[in-house]
């Protein structure tokens, strides 16, 4: 059964430090994988995303990573504002006929001053 | 900046009543999506529509679900005879291609809450 499990569950962190937020899955055969940010009530909104070719790719503060092999993807937060306070979704897709996409349950981000 | 609009923000049924979800999605996108997201849960994906018929269907769209798109310009959810578990936020998302790397743009979805 295709799944995404995301860590942490939460996180807390300062205004200005970095993070960085972990996605495994088991979606095979692979496709592409995406970060999205969800806002409190609000659907979710593309950051990036990647194809089995590549590894690394960046939008502004936010740099996703990927390893295909060990099936694993990070997305690293530069310098946290208090608007990065959301959750960070992490959706696989596979490929072989379906497009329908494995949501993980997210990291809940909350960012103080 | 083009946007995926739905309404109502917010529908508050009894059990058994029959809802429709309206979703506007962005003006030249074909593909049209349905999500649902239990409170404290992930999403899920409900449906994909394209030319007018169903593209692709998960478990939960059941025939208890169904969706229509009665004009240019509406994406409708109906679910007939709804339950407690239906209570959820449902999202409409549309993309310009069905290629499994197209962005899709989600609205910002409506809690339907059943009692």
């Known amino acids: 059964k295709n799944q995404v499990e995301q860590s942490p569950q939460s996180l807390i962190i300062l205004e200005g430090k970095n993070c960085t937020l972990q996605?495994?899955?088991?979606?095979?055969?692979?496709?592409?994988l995406r970060w999205y940010k969800q806002d409190t009530g609000r659907g979710p909104v593309s950051l990036t995303i990647?194809?089995?070719?590549?590894n690394t790719k960046s939008n502004g503060r936010y740099t996703a990573t990927l390893d295909a092999d060990t099936k694993q993807s990070s997305l690293h937060i530069t310098a946290s504002q208090l608007s990065d306070s959301a959750s960070y979704i992490c959706?696989?897709?596979?490929?072989?006929?379906?497009?329908?996409?494995?949501f993980g349950r997210g990291t809940s981000l909350i960012v103080h001053p | 900046e083009p946007e995926v609009t739905q309404t109502p923000s917010h529908q508050v049924t009894q059990m058994g009543q029959e809802v429709i979800l309206r979703c506007v999605p962005i003006?030249?996108?074909?593909?049209f999506y349905w999500y649902r997201q239990i409170l404290g849960q992930k999403v899920e994906f409900l449906v994909s529509f394209y030319n007018n018929e169903i593209s692709e269907k998960s478990e939960i769209f059941d025939d208890q679900f169904s969706v229509e798109r009665p004009d240019g310009s509406n994406f409708t959810l109906k679910i007939r005879s709804t339950k407690l578990e239906d209570s959820a936020m449902y999202f409409c998302?549309?993309?310009?291609?069905?290629?499994?790397?197209?962005?899709?743009?989600f609205g910002p979805g409506t809690r339907l809450t059943v009692l």
């Open positions: 003006s030249n996108h074909l593909y």
């Open positions: 959706v696989v897709r596979g490929s072989g006929g379906s497009y329908i996409p494995t």
């Open positions: 990647m194809t089995f070719s590549e």
């Open positions: 998302a549309s993309s310009g291609g069905t290629g499994s790397i197209d962005t899709q743009y």
């Open positions: 996605c495994n899955y088991t979606v095979s055969p692979f496709s592409n």
